[in-house]
């Protein structure tokens, strides 16, 4: 009884040490949400406070400043894409590369880690050269296929280890009852696989949708900016609109906010599924 107790205590202080440090990673979303209803002048003069009014027309303003329907038609289409592309593209080669265990697979897979290491930054003018000479510049497209490529070595090293957890046995059996390497892969692989899809999905939105470096490198056209590009041109050298920016920055992340909502059952029942089967 006394061993009872005391574990109850223990886990009454965990819990609470834990509900601290989550209140202390939500502070600067308190910042972003009570600022982003504040006049311009209150959000100098006391940004830690309450708003004494709330200002809604904030986030028409911002709405409105940042052209926000067609800088998210842009984000989404360059998110959607350079998902769909990257996940089928990284799990094909990674199964490849695990089931056909051979020198020259393990070397490029060595490539694929060695780019891993490489700085964004020692690219970049090498960058715009190229796409400016192939033509992928100012293009959207052009710039989903730049996020193919700095995505994939993250994204094929994480399916690699994945796949190796995978029974060579039941592929041997859907191989004996006639389906191929696509069928084999799409029926037996991909959903045994789910976890690791939805987890690759999440970390590419996260560097995707909130990118601002590669954007404002390929992209010229106003009307296709982005959004952490169109929010950023509120910072001018003088002058920061943060009456318009905070509302701005609230409406960018509101989208990933509702898409990790959406993705939570789906992680949860994908790893339950995943552990069951083992």
Not at 76 to 105: C, E, G, K, P
Request: hydrophobic share 55%; glycine share 6%.
């Amino acid at each position: 009884m006394e061993q009872e107790s005391r574990y109850r205590i223990q886990t009454l202080i965990l819990e609470i040490l834990l509900v601290l440090v989550g209140l202390l990673f939500l502070v600067p979303f308190y910042f972003l949400l009570s600022n982003s209803l504040k006049t311009f002048g209150e959000i100098l003069s006391d940004s830690a406070s309450l708003p004494s009014s709330i200002q809604w027309a904030n986030y028409k303003a911002g709405w409105e400043a940042i052209n926000f329907p067609s800088a998210f038609k842009n984000s989404l289409i360059i998110t959607i894409a350079s998902n769909l592309l990257l996940v089928l593209f990284s799990s094909m080669t990674a199964y490849q590369m695990v089931r056909r265990d051979s020198l020259y697979n393990r070397l490029l897979f060595g490539v694929f880690v060695a780019a891993m290491v490489i700085p964004f930054q020692s690219i970049m003018l090498p960058l715009m050269d190229v796409t400016s000479r192939t033509g992928f510049s100012d293009s959207l497209w052009g710039l989903v296929i730049c996020y193919i490529g700095f995505g994939a070595p993250l994204s094929v090293f994480l399916f690699h280890g994945s796949m190796k957890s995978i029974p060579l046995e039941i592929e041997q059996a859907a191989r004996v009852d006639g389906s191929g390497t696509y069928g084999v892969f799409f029926r037996i692989v991909y959903p045994m696989m789910r976890p690791m899809f939805v987890t690759v999905i999440i970390l590419n939105t996260l560097w995707i949708w909130n990118d601002y470096l590669l954007p404002s490198l390929v992209l010229t056209s106003e009307s296709l900016q982005t959004i952490p590009i169109a929010t950023y041109m509120l910072f001018g050298q003088y002058t920061k609109q943060w009456d318009l920016a905070l509302p701005a920055l609230v409406l960018g992340i509101a989208p990933v906010i509702v898409f990790f909502l959406a993705m939570q059952k789906y992680i949860v029942s994908g790893i339950a599924a995943g552990a069951v089967k083992g």
